[in-house]
């Protein structure tokens, strides 16, 4: 999959590692759309989760990244919008399969008691990871959106 850009959004409680994961993406390449651009105190998840899984809806080949205090809260917002399967990777393992697998196109990151270093492992991974593309896959992923 040639990825075309990259949609991330933070609540307050996420936004200084937002911004780390943001320098760490163009760093590397990446075609970044920062659709939580101002720290705001005391903000609601859902609204930034919103913003972020409808860009990914809206625009092929593409993904998103969410960042909160525990990654909880943006994938719940997130997996509401049709289409999108969002993902609480705390770990490699379940980075790839989320992929492999589901064919995730969102992944909730958390800031709290989690390090730059963690999340931009499980981001690698995340990225790097293919879609297998197995029939059976393909069936429950559509049984997701029906």
């Not at 993406?25 to 903000?43: F, I, Q, T």
């Not at 609480?88 to 958390?110: F, H, W």
């Not at 709290?112 to 492992?121: D, G, I, Q, V, Y």
Request: hydrophobic share 35%; proline share 1%; aromatic share 8%.
């Amino acid at each position: 999959m040639n990825l075309s850009k990259i949609f991330i959004g933070a609540d307050h409680a996420g936004f200084n590692m937002k911004e780390k994961i943001k320098q760490f993406l163009l760093k590397h390449g990446y075609k970044v759309e920062d659709l939580s651009p101002e720290m705001v105190n005391g903000d609601d998840y859902p609204k930034h989760a919103f913003r972020v899984a409808r860009a990914v809806r809206q625009n092929t080949n593409s993904r998103g990244i969410l960042v909160c205090g525990s990654g909880v809260g943006m994938s719940m917002a997130a997996n509401r919008i049709k289409g999108i399967r969002a993902v609480e990777a705390y770990d490699l393992y379940t980075a790839k399969m989320s992929r492999i697998d589901e064919d995730s196109n969102v992944i909730s990151l958390r800031s709290r008691k989690f390090s730059e270093s963690e999340n931009t492992k499980i981001l690698k991974a995340w990225l790097s990871t293919n879609f297998s593309n197995k029939k059976r896959h393909k069936r429950r992923i559509d049984e997701l959106d029906d």
